[in-house]
T-cell receptor, first 115, second 112 residues
């Protein structure tokens, strides 16, 4: 079975500072990994995904994530935070191969950006 | 046009009632899902249909019954609602079970 742990339920940064949201996974087979963002009272929007191609994945809104198999991590970063980045971020894992779409989510990290 | 839509957006009802939530996607996807997000924002999959066939059925009370009349729709019917059913329910779809999932805006269910 796969699982996801997001370290830090709340992260607060200043506008213009580096954003780092941590995600560690466990999976018995090579995983597919995803980051989703949820703005208040809205659904989830896909930021980026890792599907066993390049280990550094670039997503929307300037976010990127690096898959590190040795550390079983898939941390999300953005060089310079913007006020509009304030939201909740979810890391998710799915088994690779012929798995039938079951996404397992982490518990979410709320990102606060202050001026 | 909204890719994945859900109705209603808000649903307030009494314990013991039966209610339905509808989901429609206009993306031409073959696979659809229902997720439950609890008060602590924890998201958990409930069901998934691929080409109208049930492929994921997590440990969910049998008061919850999904129905897929066609590939573009996946409805969720809940019988005998309980207080613990209060949550936000998200519908999602993907091209097939291996591709990324697109989420609807959610339905906030409150059981009084």
């Amino acid at each position: 079975a796969q699982s996801v742990t997001q370290l830090g339920s709340h992260v607060s940064v200043s506008e213009g500072a580096l954003v780092l949201l941590r995600c560690n996974y466990s999976s018995s087979v090579p995983p597919y990994l995803f980051w989703y963002v949820q703005y208040p009272n809205q659904g989830l929007q896909l930021l980026l995904k890792y599907t066993s191609a390049a280990t550094l994945v670039k997503g929307i809104n300037g976010f990127e994530a690096e898959f590190k198999k040795s550390e079983t991590s898939f941390h999300l970063t953005k060089p310079s935070a913007h006020m509009s980045d304030a939201a909740e971020y979810f890391c998710a894992v799915r088994r690779g191969g012929t798995s039938y779409g079951k996404l397992t989510f982490g518990q979410g990290t709320i990102l606060t950006v202050h001026p | 046009d909204t890719a994945v839509s859900q109705t209603p957006k808000y649903l307030v009802t009494q314990m013991g009632n039966d209610k339905s939530i509808k989901c429609e996607q206009n993306l031409g996807h073959d696979t659809m899902y229902w997720y439950k997000q609890d008060s602590k924002k924890f998201l958990k999959i409930m069901f998934s249909y691929n080409n109208k066939e049930l492929i994921i059925n997590e440990t969910v009370p049998n008061r919850f019954s999904p129905k897929s009349p066609d590939k573009a729709h996946l409805n969720l019917h809940i019988n005998s609602l309980e207080l613990g059913d209060s949550a936000v329910y998200f519908c999602a779809s993907s091209q097939d079970p291996r591709n990324e999932q697109f989420f609807g805006p959610g339905t906030r269910l409150t059981v009084l």
